[in-house]
């Protein structure tokens, strides 16, 4: 279903849209942008023999970008969103497996780089970008713990907490899309991306791939 959306709203993009031949002009202006993600479901195998499957589901991701010309587009990216997935822990025995499931937390922070191939409105684009990733898997690494302190509006507080398994790395995207700009301040991409994520506990580097839907606002 996330598939077939994401290429209605690709098309979208083409269809009742005339083809133009003037300049967007991009350059030398500011874009902030937001948009959702529609995540592929995934598979990840660990260092230990723990495998995880994760299901496909919507992100969010906020970013700027400054374009040096109407082709080229350099930009900041915070991405964020939650997946349910399932697991199977290798305990510390041999043969031991514990099955777990729950929700993934993430959040990426990426610098990319924006070839758009026309200098029209429309225009199909490639993109490449670095980053980090960080993830919560909401598993539990220590004993709860409690904490208090003095609050002045409500007296002696206590609460407890407890450390979580966490996961983070480099990563890297590539993908492809089609870009239009409606007006001087109103632009709508579309794409296709795939995105590695080199976590240090995992075996190879796990691959997640999705289409990504974002809103324009150039200044």
């Known amino acids: ?3 077939a959306i994401a290429l209605a709203c690709l098309a ?25 993600v529609l995540e592929n479901s995934a598979e990840a195998e660990f260092r230990g023999g723990t495998k995880a499957e994760f299901d496909s589901d919507t992100a969010f991701r ?5 374009h040096y010309t109407d ?16 697991a199977d822990v290798a305990g510390d025995q041999p043969g031991e497996v514990f ?7 993430f959040t990426t922070l990426t610098l990319d780089a924006t070839w758009n191939i026309l200098s029209g409105p429309l ?6 970008a670095i980053g980090w ?3 919560d898997t909401n598993l539990a690494s220590g004993p709860p713990e409690v904490g208090c302190w003095w609050d002045p509006w409500w007296g002696y507080v206590c609460t407890d907490f407890q450390d979580t398994r966490t996961l983070d790395g480099f990563t890297y995207q590539l993908g492809a899309g089609l870009r239009h700009d409606f007006s001087e301040t109103i632009a709508l991409h579309g794409s296709y991306r795939m995105t590695w994520i080199d976590f240090e506990e995992a075996k190879g580097t796990p691959d997640f791939d999705g289409f990504q839907l974002s809103f324009g606002w150039k200044f």
Request: charged content about 20%.
């Open 62 to 66: 906020i970013g700027a970008g400054y």
């Open 133 to 135: 990733n960080w993830a």
């Open 12 to 36: 979208g993009l083409v269809a009742g849209q005339p083809a133009a031949a003037q300049s967007a002009r991009r350059a030398g202006s500011w874009e902030t942008r937001f948009g959702f």
């Open 123 to 128: 225009t199909p684009f490639v993109v490449g």
């Open 99 to 105: 099955r777990v499931k729950g929700d993934l937390e």
């Open 71 to 86: 082709n080229l587009e350099l930009g900041l990216n915070l991405g964020f969103g939650t997946t349910d997935y399932r």
């Open 1 to 3: 279903m996330n598939r």
